[in-house]
């Protein structure tokens, strides 16, 4: 394509050009001699504006502006699993093979691979008629995943062509339909969608599965579902990366996305160092091998950050449409939106609360509405979780993008600076922290776990809400003039703050817990519960009630009896039982 | 590009205006000669068809509207390095302000650097001993960190970089080359000659390079001066092999600065007037430290921050907090307790440590002594709140315990001398002889066997 569109303008990442009637909103463009990336973000006669996904240093009023006639787009095919990209799918270690070491700009567009020949295993024959969404073939992407190819959205027709099974590179065709009034198309091993566009379904289910993370304060406490959406707000340093790491480590998605937007490089360095050494535990395999990076770190152009959710999420509903289970974890959505916010400042728009645009909420929105149980176009059932961390400033819930957030997630899971001082990790205030999903998972939890398993939680929490009371009066007073029942709520309480809820990410058993263990833990604290509670309305003191062994034991329970054997509960449970009996007898 | 341009439209705090300019590039040099014979430079900040406005790097008074010839280089900011400058002072722009004369060399770097590749980096794990607690013990240094430190105004911060300049120097340090590259942002002359005097009594002075732009020199060179500082680190890490410490001192006059000239470009401010992209443009500094693959140097960073009015939450120290592997918060509590440094370990933190310390690296039990430690003195904070009501004599056994702890934990643990170098086997040493000042019952972070072995010892 031709255009004499020539830059009049430039303002860090943001570039006007002249000429630009004939460019379409949110077309991609090729800026400068250079070719950098970017993309129209508004149209005003034949002015455009466009936001620019390199750094602009060096570009000169009058260098060309091209057209590439398409919407910004990723290529959607295999090659995608276990790799690490920038926010606009461009692989990073292709880039470092172009520009060693830094990043540098004018690298143009790539994606996928166009070399690697894969395995590709044909499941359509001469004659089928085909409709979006249908599986043309099958490529094993990685140990885990079957990479299925699918017709894309807008095509349907007969194949009239189609290649044996064998080794072929992504640019290959396939396959090619007839459609309707005659129209061939060819199916190659990719296809391209738009990043702003949801991709279509056939219907949007009721969320009615727990996404098991094996974090006890999670699963029991605040459990997340698949399909749904979770927000993780804390201040620096209480633990938010730490806590989207667990979840994408052991989360039981088949798919993880994890987009650091905006955050530091050496974060992004450890997970593809420590990813590739995690065994999944459900596949024993690598967990790279079910997970797509996304880093555009914090020195790294602004606007290709805000590019990089619509690439994650993209990229999660491409393998969604496959059939596949996928939870997207994105750290951090502030980051993003503070990029809306700078580009917009560039843009002289009207700011409305602290500087952010007035169409934050409506872009946190959508973003977050992408989200869902689907049924598939090719009637399976599949889902992508969204769980965004969010970075308030100076820690405070009230600012706009926590508070908006709020209004479009489900679970909310507040991380909490005074519990990080403590080391209490993961940081989770029970307080605060809310999840809306345990009413739909009801259901499963009574049908896979146990039917009082809900009932367990909510007793244990109503513990930890008399302990919040509680605490007042013995910050002013001091414990020891409560009486001894109050003062075993405490006793309680702190048997499940530091054996229950803080859980060791370095601890090889206490990283992931089954679910059957979690609860067996659970009923042990109620039992010792219900043990000491008879024996404190007996009249016998709570010094005696407490025994610090006992106790103790129970707190490291966690420690102490291996995921894989359980059998210890019942033991440790025998030992408390013969213990409060003895101790109830001799006062009787 | 040999065309002189005599006439400035406009110019308004350090920004200058001009028009009818064909050909300049976004974030070039522009070369101002003035009519009494000096020479500025200024950065193109903003390009709209033939229209231009630059910052003149030493500011624009004495300038006037037909004064000048600007004379553009179609270069952006580019310095010339080699090694010649260890052991050399220069300004913010990168200019020799002592008595050995200017860098020639054909190697020019641009000033802004650009972003490693993740996929480029190393994840650091090395350990530097510091020979303070608080530091090696709870919130450990590690090569190739950013580490900020959080302080307030009067706080000691220069004595405590300047401490950490002179130990860490010397740590397991077999044949490495070791530079210490320093920017001073906006500070006090006496701050800067305290520096200068410290590296000397370290004997260090060879292999320092200082950027200097103190507090009366021109705003538009806070700007730079982090920028020439971490291209020279980078150069000396990465190009030469040396292992940097850069100590930057104060990120609030560089934020600042910035506020400053964002204000007179007429931005849309967001918090506090500092303008929106304060994130990315401190990110674009920190993100600057690091290790490669393949490469033998490694940039650790210091930057030092006054937070106004001792607020943790106030956008510099947040945006600083997010951007950075952890943070050293000073107390000015602490301070008034005389206890030097005053550390406040609580809100320290450092990210890295985890995969820097215990089996192979300091010694097994430093994780859980570290997570002991600060649960403990954590509880001490609630347990003296209470005993300001209640009076400490009417605290339970266990709670004077804790009161114990927490005095013994400041004084003999958190206080140090300015000279003392404590290893890291030293610190661990203290902190059992404290942890064996609380109940075995109380250490929950410990396992059982690791309590066994040091408790009481």
């Known amino acids: 394509m031709t255009s004499n569109s020539k830059i009049i303008m430039i303002n860090g990442p943001v570039v006007k050009a002249d000429d630009m009637a004939a460019f379409k909103m949110r077309e991609m463009v090729m800026v400068g001699n250079k070719k950098l ?55 990073l270690h292709k880039i470092e093979e172009i520009s060693k070491g830094f990043i540098g700009e004018g690298i143009g567009l790539i994606s996928l691979d166009e070399e690697k020949s894969w395995q590709v ?39 009239v062509h189609v290649v044996p099974n064998g080794a072929y590179t992504i640019e290959t065709a396939l396959v090619q339909l007839k459609g309707q009034k005659g129209k061939r198309t060819d199916l190659k091993m990719y296809q391209e969608w738009p990043i702003r566009l949801p991709r279509p379904v056939n219907e949007r289910k009721m969320l009615t599965q727990p996404l098991v993370t094996g974090q006890r304060v999670l699963d029991i406490f605040f459990p997340l579902a698949k399909g749904g959406t979770a927000a993780i707000p804390g201040g620096f340093g209480t633990g938010k990366t730490m806590t989207q790491h667990q979840l994408a480590k052991w989360s039981d998605a088949d798919i993880i996305v994890y987009i650091g937007c905006g955050e530091r490089g050496n974060e992004m360095t450890d997970v593809l160092e420590v990813f590739p050494s ?50 997207i974890m994105a750290d951090s959505t ?117 039917s009082d398993v809900l009932e367990l939680r909510n007793e244990m929490l109503q513990i930890l809400y008399e302990e919040n009371k509680l605490s007042d009066i013995v910050a002013l007073v001091g414990e020891d003039v409560l009486p001894d029942d109050q003062r075993l709520v405490l006793e309680i309480a702190k048997v499940i703050k530091i054996g229950y809820l803080q859980q060791n990410a370095f601890h090889k058993d206490d990283t992931y817990v089954p679910l059957p263990k979690q609860h067996l833990m659970l009923e042990m604290i109620k039992f010792l519960y219900e043990k000491s509670a008879e024996a404190v309305h007996m009249g016998i003191p709570i010094s005696k009630v407490k025994n610090v062994e006992l106790y103790n034991k129970v707190m490291k329970m966690k420690y102490t009896i291996p995921n894989d054997d359980l059998t210890g509960i019942g033991r440790l449970m025998t030992e408390i039982e013969s213990y409060y009996n003895g101790l109830i007898a001799s006062y009787q | 590009m040999n065309k002189e341009y005599l006439r400035l439209d406009k ?7 001009l028009s009818g300019i064909e050909g300049a590039s976004y974030g070039e040099i522009i070369k101002i000669k003035v009519d009494d014979g000096t020479e500025r430079y200024g950065k193109i900040i903003r390009l709209e068809k033939e229209a231009v406005i630059a910052q003149v790097f030493e500011g624009t008074s004495g300038l006037s509207t037909k004064n000048v010839r600007v004379k553009f280089t179609g270069k952006p900011f580019e310095l010339a390095l080699s090694t010649e400058i260890l052991g050399r002072t220069f300004n913010g722009v990168g200019r020799a302000i002592d008595a050995g004369g200017e860098i020639f060399s054909n190697e020019l770097y641009n000033i802004n650097g650009r972003p490693i590749n993740p996929v480029a980096r190393q994840y650091p794990r090395d350990y530097i001993q510091t020979g303070i607690s608080t530091i090696d013990t709870l919130a450990t240094l590690i090569r190739g960190q950013k580490l900020p430190v959080f302080s307030g105004n009067g706080l000691p911060h220069n004595e405590l970089a300047a401490q950490i300049v002179r130990q860490a120097k010397l740590s397991g340090d077999k044949n490495e080359r070791f530079a210490v590259v320093f920017a001073a942002i906006g500070v006090k002359h006496d701050d800067a000659a305290f520096f200068r005097k410290s590296f000397e009594a370290a004997g260090a002075l060879d292999n320092v390079v200082m950027y200097i732009n103190l507090a009366d020199d021109p705003i538009v060179e806070r700007i730079s001066t982090p920028r020439c500082a971490l291209t020279a680190a980078e150069y000396l890490a990465f190009v030469c092999g040396y292992h940097i410490l850069v100590v930057m001192t104060d990120i609030t006059s560089y934020c600042e600065a910035l506020r400053e000239i964002s204000s007179a470009r007429e931005e849309v401010p967001s918090r506090k007037g500092y303008p929106g992209y304060l994130y ?7 993100e600057r430290a690091g290790m490669m693959k393949e490469v033998e140097g490694s940039i650790t960073y210091l930057p030092i921050l006054t937070m106004p009015n001792d607020d943790i939450s106030h956008p510099i120290p947040d945006l600083t907090g997010y951007i950075t592997e952890g943070q050293i918060v000073l107390s000015r509590e602490l301070f008034q307790d005389n206890i030097y440094p005053p550390v406040n370990v609580l809100p320290s933190l450092s990210r890295l440590m985890k995969d820097g310390i215990g089996e ?98």
């Not at chain 1, 004659?127 to 140990?143: C, H, M, N």
């Not at chain 1, 596949?283 to 290709?304: D, G, Q, Y």
């Not at chain 2, 009076?391 to 804790?402: F, I, N, R």
């Open chain 1, 121 to 159: 295993e044909i499941t359509v024959k001469m004659g089928d008629s085909l409709k979006p969404g249908d599986i043309y073939a099958r490529v094993q992407e990685t140990d885990i995943i079957e990479h299925r190819l699918m017709v894309p959205p807008s095509v349907t027709g007969e194949v």
């Open chain 1, 278 to 327: 995690l065994i999944d535990p459900k596949t024993e395999k690598p967990l790279m091998e079910r997970t797509i990076l996304i880093a555009n770190t914090s020195n790294m152009p602004v606007a290709a950050r805000e590019a990089s959710v619509y690439t994650g999420i993209t990229l999660a509903e491409y393998y969604r449409d496959m059939g596949y289970h996928v939870a």
């Open chain 1, 37 to 91: 990336i970017g993309e129209v973000i508004a149209l005003d006669g034949a002015v455009g504006t466009i936001q620019v996904y390199e750094e602009t240093e060096g570009l000169k009023v009058n260098e060309p502006v091209l057209p590439t006639g398409k919407p910004l787009s990723l290529k959607l095919g295999p090659g995608l699993m276990g790799n690490m990209f920038d926010g606009i799918e461009r692989p």
């Open chain 2, 280 to 286: 990315s443009d401190l990110a674009a500094l920190y």
């Open chain 2, 11 to 17: 110019i308004e705090g350090p920004l200058i205006f």
């Open chain 2, 360 to 457: 192979g690296y300091t010694v097994k039990e430093h994780p859980d002594v570290a997570n002991q430690l600060f649960a403990s003195y954590s509880k001490v904070q609630d347990i003296r709140a209470l005993a300001q009501i209640i009076g400490e004599s009417d605290l339970s056994p266990v709670d004077q315990a804790y009161m114990a702890f927490g005095r013994a934990f400041e004084g003999d643990f958190v206080k140090q001398h300015g000279n003392e170098n404590r290893s890291i086997k030293k610190s661990l040493e203290i902190a059992w002889q404290l942890l064996s000042m609380l109940p075995k019952e109380e250490l929950d972070r410990l396992d059982d066997e690791i309590i066994a072995e040091f408790y009481g010892k």
């Open chain 1, 334 to 450: 502030s980051r993003w939106a503070e990029a809306l916010r700078e580009i917009s400042g560039r843009l002289e728009e009207m700011p409305a609360e602290e500087g952010y645009p007035a169409y934050l909420p409506s872009r946190l929105a959508e973003f977050y509405e992408r989200a869902g149980y689907v049924e598939t176009l090719n009637c399976q059932e599949a889902s992508v979780t969204i769980i965004g961390a969010v970075s308030p400033a100076g820690g405070d819930f009230s600012e706009p993008v926590t508070e908006n957030t709020k209004r479009f997630v489900n679970a909310f899971l507040a991380l909490d600076k005074k519990l990080a001082y403590a080391r209490h990790y993961p940081a989770i205030n029970w307080l605060n922290s809310y999840s809306g999903y345990i009413k739909v998972l009801g259901p499963w939890y009574t049908e896979n776990i146990s």
